[in-house]
């Protein structure tokens, strides 16, 4: 399972009264809108922990805007030795040469990948409510809470934390429809929109630990949704095209289709295949908020069988739909 959700920050990459900040009220919407701003154009530098319903982590995030474009460094501060760079659409994984994130190339394909850091609210109130719940505090700073509830089954909700001044997100809960919160994100400290010394957005491999290096390119093309020959005959309400490819493995010569599906916070992937040679299994598993559900489906006359891959933060049913309405189309429309 984690060889599919190796992106944090994808996870933390995430209308009622209005609660009044600087230049006067505001409404959920517009706070969700800073909140995705605040991501990607704000310097900020801090440690923050990450429960997805198994395992805790701590990680180091540091981000900057260099000369227009956006430097980013995620470091691992327990467990396996780890850090994730990323420099505009390049991400380079500094790890121990056993580690299972050397797997990454063949199992995301780089456009999904990378669109996933970066989320879009547009039309979000179609589908969840936004509602101020009043203020808390969170790594020592003062904080709008935001409650974000799904109007239907097919996703979850969330519980987020924004900065009073800064609208970073300072807190997240991903919650199902029984109030269970699945995972937890949560800086214990940070400073934003403070000077980053640039030594501290390079990656660093440790003394005497042997490590490799992978670099995932997103693939440049003047149409950025080619064609594919498969299709989702059924999806949530909401939810659209956010990236499409077909690329290959580096291990083998075989394709695989996926598309990237989005409502402006929730997401999920399906992957097209053809069969492994050592076969697979109809399959479901869960870890926290992330699904991942397999089928056998059938492509070309005469074509050996393919596997149908559904992975996202989606209930297990709604996972579930999306892949046994995966159809092969020869048209490719």
């Known amino acids: 399972m ?35 701003h605040a991501f990607v154009e704000r310097n900020y530098d801090g440690v923050f922990s990450y429960f997805d319903g198994d395992d ?21 501060l327990n467990g396996t030795l780890r850090e994730i760079v990323r420099t505009g659409n390049e991400v380079v994984c500094v790890v121990r040469p056993d580690d299972a994130i050397l797997k990454l190339e063949e199992s995301i394909p780089s456009g999904p990948f990378f669109q996933a850091f970066t989320r879009t609210f547009d039309d979000v109130s179609d589908n969840y409510r936004m509602t101020l719940e009043g203020e808390g505090r969170v790594a ?20 987020l934390w924004l900065d009073r001044d800064k609208s970073l997100l300072l807190r997240s809960e991903l919650i199902d429809g029984k109030g269970t919160r699945l995972e937890i994100f949560q800086f214990a400290s940070v400073a934003i929109d403070q000077p980053i ?66 409502d402006g916070l929730a997401a999920f992937s399906v992957f097209v295949e053809e069969m492994p040679k050592n076969g697979a299994a109809r399959m ?50």
């Open 140 to 159: 020592d700073r003062d904080a709008v809470i935001m409650s974000v509830t799904p109007k239907d089954d097919d996703r979850y909700g969330y519980r």
């Open 56 to 76: 805790l982590s701590a990680l180091r995030v540091i981000h900057a805007v260099v000369d227009g474009v956006q430097r980013e460094r995620l470091i691992h």
């Open 2 to 36: 984690r060889r599919w959700r190796f992106a944090p920050l994808a996870i933390v990459l995430l209308h009622g009264a209005a609660i009044s900040g600087q230049d006067g009220p505001r409404s959920p919407a517009d706070w969700l809108d800073s909140m995705n």
């Open 197 to 262: 010394d640039p030594s501290l957005l390079a990656a660093r491999a440790q003394s005497g630990v042997g490590m490799s290096r992978v670099a995932l390119q997103v693939a440049r093309r003047d149409d950025p949704s080619p064609p594919t020959a498969w299709r989702v005959a059924w999806l949530p309400d909401g939810f659209a095209v956010a990236a499409r490819d077909v690329y290959r493995t580096p291990a083998s010569d075989n394709s695989v289709n996926t598309l990237m599906y989005s």
């Open 284 to 333: 479901v598993s869960r870890q926290g908020a992330t699904v991942a559900v397999t089928r056998v489906a059938h492509g070309p006359a005469g074509s050996t069988p393919y596997l149908i891959t559904v992975v996202g933060e989606v209930p297990v049913a709604t996972a579930q739909k999306v892949a046994e309405s995966v159809r092969y189309n020869a048209s490719g429309q």
